[in-house]
RNA sequence: GCCGUGGUGGCGGAAUUGGUAGACGCGUAGGUCUCAAAAACCUAUGAGGGCAACCUCGUGAGAGUUCGAUUCUCUCCCACGGCACCA
């Protein structure tokens, strides 16, 4: 009788058989004729832990084996490698609990995996196996460090980082989770430390658009995208001036709700003409800023930065003053008040006059704070029709009367020389329109001598002025009349140097609220997250747009990393803002409306955050936010500025830690670094060290590296004592892949034409962020220094999803729901555990391991086993099958599966597969009866060949890459039978996975006769046979589909007012009952 | 809260992208073999009704489009993953 299936002794024999042929090892060294036939297969760099494979790692190794037997059956070149990401954290926490170096126990654990993976059948190329921590390879991880540190993107900075204080390192924002250490749980601190960066952010907008180019699952691109976080809105600046000031300012009547308060410092003006000139803003209204009574800015000026005045006179001439400088005015008899007050610590003058501009009212207030040397002006308009009607008759009136009433009451006006003896342009009064003015203005202006640029002591007056002015991003520029505090947080307030303008009363109680802020960790900040802490500084801040002076607030819900560290407080409109106004009892005004929607500013409704219409907004009101966007930005383009903003920081990669690649820098005697001799890579890991914890680098301990650096490069050097992020080994090793033992390059430049881009990547979700970001980002490097030719590393991406245990949780060793390779192995071979893993479901789906559905694979390579041993046992050899339900089978296999492979959809091609046998085993049974009536015992019966040994081979050619043992055992037996013989010495290949991928007869596969389903008003209501050849006759179709008995019940007594047939597919009758 | 993914028998999952819902496997029940058990094999297996042919319901809930919806549209519910005081 026929053998058992014993799958120890067979996967033992062929594992070695292909081991011994090197059958696997051969890509490197075959040509390509085609660029198209290479196929660069990638499985993600695993970590090889101590505790052997697990079989989340045999799902996606299995199914890129799948792939790779397939595509080299197929023809293509296939390179298919391994390697392990041999740093890291595991093995020297071992280390410091047992002392056993890293270097002992990470060879081990190789050797255990890969022991496990030769036994899983997975074909790797294992002639360029590499492993991080190898110097061969971590040289050119410093030789990439040393490229980057030339080109400016490695540098070093001081900041707070995330301390992990048990793994005794600093962690990545990435590595941090709910505020504790990734890999231990520990709560994570934040500590001030030297670091050395890689400025990724260099390529951030390349690391958008690259995503265009890649085959990659959607989500994974949006989590890209999310991850950089590129955000459009525009900056606000908000002007700080003091409680005292504010007082004055009171005074006068001069800020109502309307006003605007101008300052600008000179980098910022050309930014801004910089920005309306990229944006081809050219012919919108410009400001015009007059430096000083000497220096004004020419025609040709605004023209030099490609700006052109605003030919339309609906918009007002807008002045602008800094230091020393006062006005222009536009209209020839404002009504100009001068006054001076005596505060603390001097006087301030003020001069304000009121002029009408083209439908508008303008009231400019300047103020001289001697002790300050400050100036600020204020223009306030009309705000509606009514004002500015009344003004205007104002503004009549104060014209007829303007010379003698003037004079009577001792009011100066614009006509007149100023009375303080300040250069004040004077313009002749024009009754003509607006723009004749414009023109006139700008002749005088070219009249007046140009001084050339600020001096230093101005220069250095304007910088410090500008620490005065908050700036803020938002993203709803639409609701910045609704801003009524300013929130700045505890870092950004230290660094703006406000502290000082803080009157000695709050001082004392600023400063205790920014020193516990800035104690307080990231996390410890995220715990009071409801609660909403602050502090009034007492400083206010103008509004640009509503001219509201509003508080200054420090607040720690305020970040300082994101954004401009500071925030428009629009209370009515943000949920945090609410909140915060709520508790500190401050103003909330609304600002956006919605139709139908109620404001109630007690309660916090989620549609407040709703896109709507302004109002409370001046001018703005009825306008909503695509409307009102570009507007603002040129009404108050003096305080406005698009901006945009990202999440993206700089990748920070030392680590405190021992084992992982040696930065490569050295200090000279004055503490400055200098990046290591290229000659002098590998710049080795010293194995002297200390590995308990100490608060240190391990490298410190190192008296071997002290010496190495004294002696290459003088007395008093001293080493960089810090390792890389290990994600720096791990972003580059496809690249090592193509030629991983070159002793003069990272890679081989032909290799890497040959090979690269990685056409098919397949990586677990958790590395959907960091390793791709890093990866791509070094990619773009590498390409812009001359050593690649392409764009993107990775163009094919999919992602295994994770194995689940029996309980349908996540496997883990305390809860005792862990399922190792090795056991599944051992009871049932890696060809059941293989194929177990495919059939499970969708490859990129979660799926909780079903102990008991093991065994229905093992039953299924039991049967195939024992079918292909009946038909080799047979003795008549059929050149051709003739079994024709059992060829179309067949046919349909070979073609789903053909199909499936490629496209990942593992399970159901394996199903297919079971499909096939199932009706193999039929038809077997069928021809056994037939034979058994003539015959009396099974025995004598024997076994009947109903399949031809093309087809047997076809079939387990197609199981080959999914039961690479079984195939091969069948193959090499077949093999003894004449006809297959034959066939498959055609082949010279050695083993089933070097021989030919099977073909599909289309005409075989197609069933002759087809059921196709009738439906009547949308239901089944029977179906009707046509042959394969009458398909596409509608006519036909219908006509035998109504004459269907169980059809015909149904349309007795109706009438049928629709017919519809979907060739091949179904039958569809309309009825309705008959006219009577 | 935001972004993303999904919800189909007792379970894992199919369904040619709008065309007979539940392929394939597990489990379960009954049977064969056996002294018995295990293994293996055979038959049945969405729910309800009927002796039966058949009928009704049924893909998270509700509505819509359609001759026809697991598939498309809207509203809602639930689960999972990522980000999160991100302005």
Redo the contacts with the bound molecule.
């Keep these: 009788m026929s053998k058992v299936y014993d799958h120890t002794k067979i996967e033992e024999k062929w594992q070695q058989y292909w081991e011994e042929n090197k059958f696997f090892l051969k890509t490197q060294n075959q040509e390509i004729k085609n660029i198209k036939d290479k196929m660069y297969l990638l499985f993600a760099f695993a970590y090889p832990s101590g505790q052997g494979l697990h079989v989340g790692h045999v799902e996606s190794k299995t199914a890129l084996d799948i792939l790779a037997r397939y595509y080299r059956m197929n023809g293509k070149n296939v390179f298919f490698p391994v390697g392990f990401d041999a740093f890291g954290l595991p093995a020297e926490n071992y280390a410091i609990q047992t002392g056993v170096p890293p270097v002992k126990t990470t060879k081990n654990a190789i050797n255990t995996f890969r022991r496990q993976i030769k036994r899983l059948g997975i074909s790797y190329d294992f002639a360029n196996e590499l492993a991080t921590c190898h110097p061969g390879y971590y040289k050119w991880t410093q030789w990439l460090f040393l490229q980057l540190y030339k080109a400016g993107l490695a540098y070093q900075d001081t900041g707070m980082v995330n301390w992990c204080p048990s793994c005794q390192t600093v962690l990545a ?2 590595q941090v ?1 709910d505020g504790v250490c990734e890999r231990c749980d520990t709560q994570v601190m934040q500590k001030e430390m030297e670091q050395w960066f890689f400025k990724i952010t260099d390529y951030k907008d390349e690391l958008i658009a690259g995503l265009d180019q890649v085959d990659w699952p ?2 994974t691109k ?2 890209q995208l ?2 950089i ?1 590129k ?1 459009d ?1 525009a900056e606000v600046d908000f002007i700080v001036v003091t409680q005292s000031e504010m007082d004055e300012l009171k005074d006068q009547d001069a800020l109502p709700t309307t006003s605007v308060a101008l300052d600008h410092t000179l980098d910022q003006l050309e930014k801004i003409i910089k920005k309306w000139y990229q944006k081809q803003l050219v012919g919108s209204a410009v400001e015009v800023p007059v430096l000083d009574s000497k220096v004004f800015f020419s025609r040709e000026i605004w023209q030099h930065f490609g700006v052109k005045f605003r030919s339309g006179s609906e918009r007002l001439f807008r002045l602008l003053a800094v230091p020393k400088i006062y006005s222009v005015l536009t209209s020839p008899c404002a009504v100009v008040t001068a006054r001076e007050k005596k505060i603390k610590n001097g006087v301030i003058k003020f001069w304000s006059f009121e002029e009408f501009v083209d439908g508008a009212v303008v009231k400019v207030v300047v103020r001289e704070l001697e002790h300050e040397k400050h100036v600020y002006s204020v223009i306030w308009r009309g705000e509606n029709e009514d004002s500015f009607e009344s003004k205007r008759a104002q503004w009549q009136q104060c014209h007829e009367n303007h010379k003698n009433k003037h004079k009577k009451k001792k009011l100066s006006c614009a006509c007149d020389p100023h009375p303080q003896g300040i250069n004040t342009l004077q313009l002749p009064f024009l009754n003509s329109n607006y723009t004749e003015k414009l023109l006139e203005l700008s002749r005088l202006l070219q009249e007046m001598p140009l001084k050339p640029w600020l001096d230093e002591e101005l220069l250095q007056r304007v910088k410090n002025r500008a620490t005065a002015r908050i700036s ?5 520029l639409d609701t910045v009349f609704g801003a009524t505090f300013v929130a700045v ?1 505890p870092e950004k307030f230290k660094q703006l140097y406000l502290l000082k303008r803080v009157s000695e009363k709050r001082r004392g109680q600023v400063k205790q609220y920014l020193e516990q802020a800035l104690r307080k960790t ?1 996390e410890e ?2 715990i ?6 602050g502090v009034d500084t007492g400083l206010k801040a103008v509004n640009p747009a509503s001219g509201q002076a509003v508080p200054v607030y420090v607040a ?13 407080g ?1 209370p009515a409109h ?1 949920e ?1 803002d609410f ?1 915060f106004a709520k508790k500190h009892n401050l103003e909330i005004k609304q600002v956006i409306a919605w139709e139908g929607r109620e404001y109630d500013d007690h309660v916090w409704q ?1 549609y407040y955050s709703d896109y709507g219409q302004m109002v409370n907004s001046g001018r703005f009101n009825g306008l909503d936010f695509i409307e009102s966007l570009e507007q603002l930005l040129e009404e108050f383009a003096y305080a406005l500025r698009p901006a945009t903003i990202y ?1 993206l920081r700089d990748w920070l990669i030392s680590r405190q830690r021992y084992w992982g690649a040696p930065i490569p820098i050295v200090y000279d005697p004055e503490g400055k670094p200098h990046p290591v001799k290229e000659e002098h890579l590998p710049w080795e890991l010293p194995t002297d060290v200390d590995f308990k914890p100490t608060g240190e680098s391990p490298l410190k301990s190192s008296l071997e590296l002290k010496a190495r650096t004294e002696k290459l490069y003088g007395k008093g050097w001293t080493p960089e004592s810090d390792t890389m992020d290990t994600f720096v080994d791990s972003s580059w090793y496809f690249l090592r892949y193509v030629a991983s033992r070159d002793e003069t390059a990272f890679s081989d430049p032909a290799a890497l034409q040959k090979w690269l881009p990685v056409d098919f990547y397949m990586i677990g ?1 958790e590395h959907i ?1 960091l390793h791709l970001l890093y990866s791509r980002f070094f990619i773009k490097f590498l390409r812009d220094q001359g050593y690649l030719d392409f764009d993107e590393p990775f163009l094919k991406m999919r992602h295994q999803g994770m194995i689940l245990g029996p309980d349908g949780k996540k496997m883990s060793k305390s809860k005792g729901n862990v399922i190792t390779p090795d056991e599944v192995v051992e009871k049932f071979g890696a060809d059941t555990l293989r194929m177990y893993e495919m ?4 490859i990129e ?4 391991w ?1 102990v ?2 093991v ?6 390579l ?2 195939v086993y024992q079918l292909v041993q009946t038909w080799s046992t047979a003795s008549n050899d059929l050149e051709i099958s003739t079994h024709e339900a059992l060829q179309r089978k067949l046919h349909q296999t070979i073609k789903k599966v053909s199909a499936d492979i490629p496209a990942l ?1 593992f ?2 091609a ?2 297919m597969m ?2 096939l046998i ?1 009706v193999w ?1 039929a038809a077997v049974k069928e021809e056994t009866t037939k034979k058994a009536v003539v015959k009396e015992t099974a025995e004598e019966v024997g076994s009947p060949a109903v399949i031809s040994s093309t087809d047997v081979l076809a079939f387990i050619k197609i199981l080959a890459p999914f039961a690479p043992f079984m195939a091969e055992e069948l193959y090499q037996e077949i093999a003894e039978n004449q006809v297959a013989k034959k066939q498959i010495a055609e082949n010279p290949a050695q083993s089933i996975h070097l021989d030919v991928w099977p073909e599909w007869d289309e005409a075989l596969a197609l069933e002759q006769q087809v ?3 009738v ?1 009547i ?5 029977g ?1 009707v046979l046509v042959a394969h050849d009458q398909l596409e006759e509608k006519e036909v179709v219908l006509a035998a589909a109504k004459k269907v008995e ?1 059809v015909q019940n149904y349309l007795k007594g109706k009438k049928v007012v ?1 017919e ?1 047939y ?1 060739p091949g ?2 039958v ?1 009758l ?1 009825i309705r009952l008959a006219a009577k």
């Design positions: 924002n990435e989770v959607a989500p949006a989590q999310n991850w976080g955000k809105g803020c991003f938002t993203t709803r947080s990231e900040r995220q009071g997250e409801k609660d909403k802490t720690d819900y305020v970040l300082s990393g994101y954004g401009t560290g500071a925030v428009m629009v943000d945090r909140a989620t999440k979700p962020v059939f499970m479901g969708p789906a979660d799926k909780p079903d008991s559905a065994v229905g694979i093992y039953r299924f039991s049967r959809k399970n159901t394996i199903a079971m499909e199932n085993e059921a196709i389903p439906q008003n949308g239901k089944v209501r179906e169980s629709k519809i979907v597919r179904i569809s309309v």
